[in-house]
């Protein structure tokens, strides 16, 4: 859900004489775009999206290569899904031409999380012109096994 392969650039929003400019993830939500690949990697989907009150929700599918030696998800796994929950609520407030760039990501482990469905929740806690922070947390069976607090820096991207 986050274009930190830099894979994308301005051109992919530019505007046509027939379309305005638009933020490619708000095109990814409506299907007409797909997900970046670490979205697709981590078994991300979108569940629900709530801009005005700065809110994300992501079920995610740990796959059994992200089992750590114990049989669990292995906690660098869960930082990557809480860096693309957490900079995924950023990109669905950014307009064509932005990015978000984790900065810093405080990660929390509660409980271990077995490799089956987890569902992620994002809140926008401050939205600046340039910095934001984001709390984020991941359940499984109604219970926190991770939690995050991020810090995203909007990056304008150079047309190119």
């Known amino acids: ?10 051109d992919a929003t ?5 379309a305005p400019a638009e933020h490619w993830w708000h095109r990814m939500q409506r299907g007409e775009l797909p997900p970046p690949p670490v979205a697709r990697l981590l078994g991300a989907t979108i569940a629900r999206v709530d801009r005005e009150a700065g809110e994300l929700d992501v079920d995610y599918a740990p796959r059994a290569e992200f089992a750590n030696p114990a ?3 292995q906690g660098g796994m869960l930082g990557a899904m809480l860096d693309d929950l957490t900079a995924g609520l950023v990109d ?3 307009t064509a031409g932005e990015a978000p760039a ?3 990501l405080n990660l929390s482990y509660l409980r271990p999380a077995r490799i089956a469905p987890m569902q992620g929740r994002a809140r926008l806690l401050r939205r600046g012109r340039d910095v934001c922070h984001v709390g984020g947390e991941l ?3 109604g219970k926190v096994v991770a939690t995050a ?3 995203c820096s909007i990056v304008r991207l150079r047309a190119s």
């Open 102 to 104: 984790t900065v810093s």
């Open 149 to 151: 607090v991020a810090v």
């Open 71 to 73: 049989g669990g998800v």
């Open 139 to 141: 359940l499984q069976d």
């Open 92 to 94: 669905s407030t950014l």
């Open 1 to 10: 859900m986050t274009p930190a392969d830099a894979s994308l650039s301005a």
């Open 14 to 18: 530019a505007p046509t004489a027939s």
